[in-house]
C-alpha cells in the first residue's frame, strides 16, 4: 500500500539537541475538545434529567442578570429565527463545512499521499462517500416526512394502534384541526401534523418522519464513514511521515535542561507545528466521527426497537404517569408504559425502509 520517497519536510521542523520550549497550547486544544464532548454528552444526558433541564434553566436566569436586555432581545430573535423557523441557514453552514473540508482535504492531504503511493482506492474512497451522502441528503431535505392532511387523514389513523398513555384515541390537532393518528405530533416549526413524527432536523431543514427516516438514516450513516474515512486516510499519512523521517528517534533538550527522548505527547505537538492544519484536521473529523457515531447508533437502536425521538423523549414521563409510586386504589394493579409497536428487529427495520402507507400512497398517484 505505501511506497515511494517521503515529501520533504521544512528544514526548521525537525527537533535536534536544542532548547525547544514546551507548547501548552496543546493542552488547551485537547482541554477545548475534552470540553465540546463533554458538552455533548451533558445535552443528551440533560434532555432526558430533571434535575438538570432545573440546572440549566437556573443558568439561564444568572445569565439574564448579566446580560443587558437590549442584547437578550436580539439573541432571543436570532434562536427564535435560527431554531423555530424553516430556513436554509443550517443547510448552507452543513455545505459550506463540508466544503471546506473536503477541500482540505484535497490541498493538503491527497497530493502528499499520492507522493507516498498511498492506494487510490483509499484516497477516492472519502469522494465516494461525498458523492452518496449529497443524494441522501438532498432526498431527505425535499422528501415529503409524511404530512397529515385531510386527503389522507383516515389513512394514517390505520396504521397504528393507539395505546392509550402516550398516544391516546379521539385527540384533535388544535392547529390543524385534524384528528392525531398514534405516533403523529405537530411540529411547530413546519406548522404541520407529520405521522410516525421522530424529530425536526435544521441541518436537513426537513421534519423526520415515516416517509423520509430511510434517508436521514442514510445521509447520517454515510456523513458518519466519510468522516471516518478521512480521519483514517489523514492519521495513517501522518504516521507514515513520522515513520520515514525517523522523527521519533530523535532527542531535545527540555526547559529544565534535561536531554529527553521524543514521546508520543512531542510527536503531536512537532506534527501540530509542521503541519497545523492536517492535524487540526485530524482532530475535527475524530472528533466528528465520534459524535456522529454515537448518534447513528442511537438512531439504530430506535430504528431496531421501533421507536422515535420524540416517543424515547416522552417516555420517562409516560413511565411516570403509570409507575407504582403514584398515588392509586390499593387493589389496582401497576400498569408500565410499553411499547407495543414493535414487530422483531427485521419488522422493525421493515417498516423504516418500506413503509406501508408510501406505497400506498405510490400505487393511488
Keep these: 500500500m505505501f ?196 424529530h425536526h432536523c435544521v441541518w436537513v431543514n426537513n421534519c423526520i418522519g415515516a416517509w423520509n427516516t430511510r434517508h436521514f438514516l442514510g445521509y447520517l450513516w454515510t456523513l458518519t464513514a466519510s468522516a471516518a474515512t478521512m480521519a483514517v486516510v489523514s492519521a495513517v499519512f501522518l504516521v507514515r511521515l513520522v515513520v520515514m523521517s525517523d522523527v521519533y528517534l530523535q532527542t531535545y533538550v527540555d526547559d529544565l535542561g534535561h536531554l529527553q527522548v521524543v514521546d508520543t505527547v512531542f510527536l503531536v505537538q512537532y506534527l501540530f507545528l509542521t503541519f497545523p492544519r492536517i492535524v487540526f484536521l485530524v482532530g475535527f473529523v475524530v472528533v466528528l466521527s465520534f459524535l456522529l457515531g454515537g448518534y447513528l447508533c442511537f438512531c439504530l437502536y430506535l430504528a431496531a426497537t421501533n421507536q422515535t425521538t420524540n416517543e424515547w423523549y416522552k417516555g420517562d414521563r409516560a413511565w411516570c404517569r403509570q409507575c407504582p409510586d403514584v398515588a392509586r386504589p390499593p387493589a389496582a394493579e401497576p400498569r408500565a408504559y410499553r411499547n407495543i409497536h414493535s414487530r422483531g428487529l427485521w419488522g422493525n427495520l421493515r417498516e423504516i425502509f418500506l413503509p406501508a402507507t408510501a406505497r400506498y400512497e405510490r400505487k393511488k398517484k
Excluded at 427564535?80 to 424553516?86: A, D, E, I, K
Excluded at 443547510?91 to 463545512?97: A, E, G, P, S
Design 3 to 198: 511506497g515511494g520517497e517521503m515529501p520533504e519536510l521544512p528544514a526548521e521542523g525537525y527537533p535536534d539537541k536544542r532548547n525547544i520550549p514546551r507548547m501548552d497550547f496543546l493542552v488547551l486544544f485537547l482541554l477545548y475538545l475534552a470540553l465540546v464532548l463533554l458538552g455533548f454528552v451533558m445535552i443528551c444526558v440533560g434532555s432526558k434529567t430533571h434535575y438538570l433541564q432545573g440546572l440549566t434553566s437556573r443558568g439561564a436566569q444568572i445569565f439574564s442578570y448579566i446580560i443587558p436586555e437590549c442584547l437578550q432581545r436580539v439573541m432571543l430573535r436570532v434562536l427564535h429565527y435560527l431554531f423555530h423557523t424553516r430556513n436554509n441557514t443550517f443547510v448552507i453552514l452543513h455545505l459550506i463545512l463540508q466544503g471546506m473540508v473536503y477541500t482540505e482535504y484535497t490541498w493538503e492531504i491527497f497530493g502528499l499521499c499520492q507522493q507516498l503511493e498511498f492506494s487510490l482506492y483509499y484516497l477516492f474512497l472519502p469522494y465516494l462517500l461525498l458523492i452518496v451522502n449529497l443524494v441522501f441528503f438532498a432526498l431527505t431535505c425535499v422528501t415529503n416526512p409524511g404530512t397529515i392532511t385531510k386527503a389522507n387523514e383516515l389513512l394514517f389513523l390505520q396504521v397504528y394502534e393507539f395505546d392509550e398513555v402516550m398516544f391516546p384515541k379521539n385527540v384533535r390537532c388544535p392547529t390543524c384541526d385534524l384528528r392525531k393518528p398514534a405516533r403523529s405530533k405537530h411540529c411547530s416549526v413546519c406548522d404541520r401534523c407529520v405521522h410516525r413524527f421522530d
